[in-house]
């Protein structure tokens, strides 16, 4: 009977972190409307206190019920939308964090877009784009970097902003594509720097150098 009870306290004691602990919302079935609602309050909470406190809470959030991967984030109309396909890669919380974070980056440090459209020359009336690749290579480490103060200051893992981007480059094919173009080019970097930052936390404890 005592043994009954030491082991019963013991099972409390260490599912109690896990039960305070906050979850992701169940993928199946999807329920956009319960992961907007989430991101809503967990992008808050990730910036409270902050400089950046008062924009987060004015950011709107949409989540889309596509299979496509992207996370996109527009700072002149304060929104950010992530697709349900981007979701469906997700493993765990603090990869989560990355992308929410990574998103409001772009609209905290503001810097102006790398992608226009021009109007379509051709007969296809399609637009194309004009990438600045140095500009975009910019904006994305910037973002890269804002997310690395945001995990560390809520106590998450850096090491998933690794692990989660290198499983969506994975997804997106970019990882076994020979022909390298200037666009994936930045993406290798950028796992490549998350890389070195995780590693370097793992072996000095911390992501930064001094
Ligand atoms: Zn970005």
């Not at 990730?46 to 004015?58: F, I, M, P, R």
């Not at 765990?92 to 109007?119: C, K, R, S, W």
């Not at 950028?190 to 992501?207: A, E, P, Q, T, Y």
């Amino acid at each position: 009977m005592k043994r009954i009870f030491f082991t019963s306290v013991m099972l409390l004691l260490f599912a109690l972190p896990v039960f305070t602990q906050v979850q992701l919302p169940a993928k199946e079935p999807f329920v956009a409307k319960k992961w907007q609602e989430f991101t809503q309050k967990l992008l808050s909470d990730l910036e409270k206190g902050t400089e950046y406190e008062k924009l987060a809470s004015e950011v709107k959030i949409e989540i889309t019920n596509e299979d496509t991967l992207d996370a996109n984030s527009d700072s002149s109309l304060k929104t950010i939308q992530i697709d349900k396909g981007r979701i469906g890669l997700v493993t765990n919380m603090a990869q989560y964090v990355a992308i929410v974070a990574h998103e409001f980056g772009h609209i905290a440090l503001d810097f102006p877009l790398a992608e226009t459209y021009i109007p379509a020359t051709g007969d296809s009336g399609v637009p194309d784009v004009s990438t600045d690749y140095d500009l975009l290579r910019k904006n994305e480490k910037a973002a890269d970097e804002f997310v690395v103060e945001v995990m560390e200051r809520n106590h998450y893992d850096i090491c998933d902003q690794y692990e989660g981007f290198e499983k969506l480059l994975e997804a997106k094919g970019v990882l076994s594509k020979k022909e390298i173009g200037p666009k994936n080019k930045i993406l290798w970097e950028r796992l490549l720097i998350m890389n070195d930052r995780c590693s370097r936390k793992l072996m000095f404890g911390k992501s930064t150098q001094n």
